[in-house]
């Protein structure tokens, strides 16, 4: 890390400031010549935070290996290309199906920075307010909802995500494979802005629970951090 990267990073720590990881993404470090650097964000809680439902272990490599090397290799990939000056947010939505490498790194950075602000250790976070009415109306209830998440998440055949979205027409769910998400315009069909997001790689599960990822599903409902997830949706509806 340069010295200036490290100051900047010690400064946001020490002034406790909460970041969006996704907006610390998009800080990351500005080059004289307008080359995004991006950085692993830190996560908002501890390793062993999120026990019993997800174990510390798988936290750690999640975190610091499959996280951290998305982050390498979107540095590497988008060097000298069109996308070397965009934020994240930018890059996501412009980004074509012919940039292998930027696609996948480029999705599994803003996945996962997405990921671990909706998650929550504390089983004090409910939800409720224009988001809980907003998934009765689009679902019927929540429970309802709840089972085509679970549907979504369990049926996606191999590596990828479930999401909730914000769409034209209000909320709806989907699911997208590999690192792919429905931010990019120019390579997912149902486009819209994910509010909730479970990765279902087996990276993000199989330790703990192997294959038994309907009880991965369930259980992720017992941390979803619904503020945040709240707040999202504020923003972007
Ligand atoms: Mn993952």
């Keep these: 890390m340069k010295k200036r ?5 010690a400064s946001t720590i020490t002034a406790g400031t909460i970041i969006s990881p996704i907006a610390a993404c998009n800080t ?32 750690q490599i999640h975190h610091s290996k499959h996280h951290a090397g998305y982050v390498k290799k979107l540095n590497a990939a988008k060097k000298g290309t069109k996308y070397d000056s965009m934020k994240l ?17 480029g999705g599994g950075h803003f ?7 909706i998650l929550t250790p504390s089983s004090e976070v409910s939800l409720m307010g224009k988001l809980l009415d907003a998934i009765n109306g689009q679902f019927d209830s929540f429970d309802r909802f709840k089972d085509l ?4 998440a369990k049926g996606r055949f191999g590596s990828g995500w479930a999401w909730l979205c914000i769409g034209e027409t209000g909320l709806f769910i989907s699911s997208t494979p590999n690192q792919d998400n429905p931010l990019m315009k120019k390579i997912v069909k149902e486009n819209g802005t994910p509010i909730l997001g479970i990765d279902v790689w ?9 294959n038994r990822r309907g009880d991965y599903i369930n259980n992720f409902f017992n941390i979803i951090n619904w503020e945040e997830v709240a707040k999202r949706f504020e923003k972007y509806s």
Excluded: C
């Design 5 to 9: 990267e490290f100051l900047k990073v």
């Design 149 to 152: 998440f679970f549907d979504a």
């Design 28 to 59: 990351a470090t500005k080059e004289e010549d307008e080359i995004t650097k991006f950085i692993l964000p830190d996560l908002p809680y501890a390793y062993d935070a999120l026990e019993p439902f997800i174990d510390k272990t798988t936290m």
């Design 89 to 105: 947010d930018e890059l996501i939505a412009n980004v074509s199906n012919k940039d292998t490498g930027v696609r996948n790194n």
């Design 111 to 117: 996945n996962h920075s997405l990921f671990w602000e």
């Design 202 to 210: 087996e990276h993000a599960y199989y330790l703990n629970y192997q």
